[in-house]
């Protein structure tokens, strides 16, 4: 195989691949370059809106260019704000604290985290409640910001399309200064 199709990144990405197909993708000397245009076109078919799709983040969320924004968009349609700034706090909450909360969703409960110590926080979309991540940390410990792309190095150095909006404050951690205009 040389290069992975339309077709084939479908399946992938609709998780119907075949066996064989993943063994001779993973046997393929170098991962053609082509195949993020072409993960991107099957993404962007898929989606509900039309928001030019940047890079996706996990099952639901996609970073997209909106207007001069650069959001995230639930593939719902819901939208958490500028991707610089932790969607999680953008998000309906739920927090396990005991040990029961924590047992109801442990299998075997002795897998559970310690409730002594431990605080399993739930996030989901305020759109379509789909379950966007989940972090188990001490009491009181931040919000995990999951993933801050310097989207125009990317573009730019390795998929050689720079983005037309390039800026050095794109690539930029916007979450405090959001929080302290929280009222
Ligand atoms: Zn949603």
Redesign the pocket.
Known sequence: MEQVDKGLMEKLVNGDIADDDVTEMRRMEKKDHERFWTYLEVLQGAAKWDEKILMRLND?LYIVAKGKERIVK?????ELGDYRVNWKLSCNIRVRETQQQMDEVYYPSAASPDAEWMELREYF??????Q?AVEVVPPGYPMIFEALPDLDRFYREYMNRPLNDESADWFEDKTAEFVSKLK
Do not use: T
């Not at 639930?74 to 819901?78: A, K, T």
């Not at 979309?125 to 789909?130: E, K, N």
């Open positions: 639901h639930c593939d719902c349609g819901h979309c305020p759109g379509c409640v789909a966007l």
